[in-house]
Structure formats: C-alpha cells, structure tokens
C-alpha cells in the first residue's frame, strides 16, 4: 500500500485498488490491452511527461 500511495498519490491509488478490486477483473488482461491503442512512442513520450512532472530529472 505504500509503494503505491507514494508512487500514485492518494487518489490514484484508490483508483487502481478499486479496478483491482471489481469482481470480474482480470487484471493481467487489462494490462495487456492497457497501451494497445498507443504507439512506443507515444508510450515513451508519456512516461517521459509522468516522470518530468511527478519524479523530476
């Protein structure tokens, strides 16, 4: 619960354990299609924006 109320931040968190939570959910199938529709770049570029805005330089 740490790791992920200091990665995510309060609400993001409660988000990802509601998704995890709902009955059926499967989460490595979400995981799966998560990015299905994004380029690897377009992956690249918003983990690069995730990490400039969240985790610095």
Not at 1 to 26: S, Y
Not at 45 to 56: I, M, R
Request: glycine fraction near 4%; proline fraction near 2%; include cysteine.
């Amino acid at each position: 619960m740490q790791a992920l109320l200091t990665n995510l931040g309060m609400v993001e968190a409660e988000r990802f354990i509601m998704l995890v939570q709902r009955e059926p959910f499967d989460y490595t199938q979400w995981h799966e299609n998560l990015f299905e529709d994004m380029t690897l770049k377009e992956i690249c570029d918003a983990a690069d924006k995730y990490c400039k805005e969240n985790v610095g330089n």
